[in-house]
């Protein structure tokens, strides 16, 4: 792509984006700018990726075509609108922030401007991420297919509509947590049996990378891969009944129900 790419804000999440774009060759490093408030970061950027640093989020609204926007979700419609005027006419502008609505956003930058809230996930950092696009009725197909083009190129996105955003905070965003420690859970079991702890580490997180990709790739159903894994009175059955006893199903959907009230709670300011 030919166009100029910005970056307000780049900490874990904007440093996944601007990877992945680089990466994938889809933009060049003298496509992008890059604005943060500390200066040996901005410098630090410049080094590691050699991008553009910005002296001000205005630099950025200036120049760029596509803006991220990929700061903490408590300071990001003040940052949006303290620069709302700067942007370009045509310029689209990508939240990644929890919470902040597109009705939020556009009251920050004018109702005129092009929007997409995104919603990615840490597994971004390791070109495994997945994203939700949810574009205003201003982004055109082909801001849509740009993003989804930027995101895929460290992971998997999807279109989804904004009234799914909580069930996507819950089943992708916030979900990296509850996976990271059922692995840690798993590997303190292994070592309570024996093993060295590096090397529970390294077969909790194999198992559960290669169900998930069972998952992915057979297009079988997870009870069917369950079943197939349980041997008749073996051991993976005894597993089976003492997680059921113990409410494992139940322990996640509670969780997730805390997960997305909350996100619902952000939402409303
Ligand atoms: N972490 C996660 O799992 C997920 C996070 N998100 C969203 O991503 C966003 C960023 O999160 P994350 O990357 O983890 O946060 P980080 O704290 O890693 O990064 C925040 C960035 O914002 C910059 N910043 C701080 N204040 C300002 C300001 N006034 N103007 C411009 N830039 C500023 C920081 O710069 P400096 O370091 O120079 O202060 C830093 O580069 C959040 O909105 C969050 O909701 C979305 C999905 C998942
Ligand atoms: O915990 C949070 O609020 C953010 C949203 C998704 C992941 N982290």
């Given at each position: 792509m030919e166009k100029k790419i910005g970056f307000i804000g780049c900490g874990n999440m904007g440093k996944a984006i601007l990877g992945g774009l680089l990466a994938s060759g889809q933009a060049r490093a003298d496509q992008i700018w890059v604005y943060t408030p500390t200066p040996e970061n901005v410098?630090?950027?410049?080094?590691?990726?050699?991008?553009?640093g910005a002296g001000s989020a205005q630099e950025v609204a200036q120049t760029a075509d596509i803006v991220f926007s990929a700061v903490k979700p408590n300071i990001t419609v003040k940052v949006l609108s303290d620069i709302a005027s700067s942007f370009n006419k045509e310029s689209l502008v990508v939240s990644i922030a929890a919470g902040v609505t597109l009705d939020q956003l556009a009251t920050a930058l004018g109702h005129d401007r092009k929007i997409i809230r995104t919603m990615p996930n840490t597994p971004s950092l390791v070109q495994a991420g997945m994203t939700s696009i949810t574009p205003n009725a201003l982004a055109t197909a082909d801001d849509i297919d740009a993003v989804l083009a930027i995101f895929r190129s460290f992971g998997e996105a999807e279109v989804v509509a904004e009234y799914l955003i909580h069930p996507v905070v819950g089943v992708s965003g916030?979900?990296?947590?509850?996976?990271?420690m059922f692995i840690e859970a798993m590997a303190d079991a292994a070592v309570l049996g024996g093993m060295p702890r590096a090397q529970a580490y390294k077969f909790a997180a194999q198992a559960v990378m290669g169900s998930a990709k069972m998952v992915l790739e057979t297009g079988k159903h997870p009870g069917e891969l369950k079943d197939m894994v349980c041997s008749p009175a073996g051991t993976t059955i005894e597993a089976v009944r003492v997680l059921e006893e113990r409410g494992l199903r139940s322990a996640v959907i509670e969780a997730m129900q805390a997960c997305m009230a909350k996100s619902e709670k952000l939402s409303k300011g």
């Open positions: 410098a630090e950027l410049q080094e590691e990726y050699g991008i553009n916030s979900a990296p947590a509850y996976v990271f």
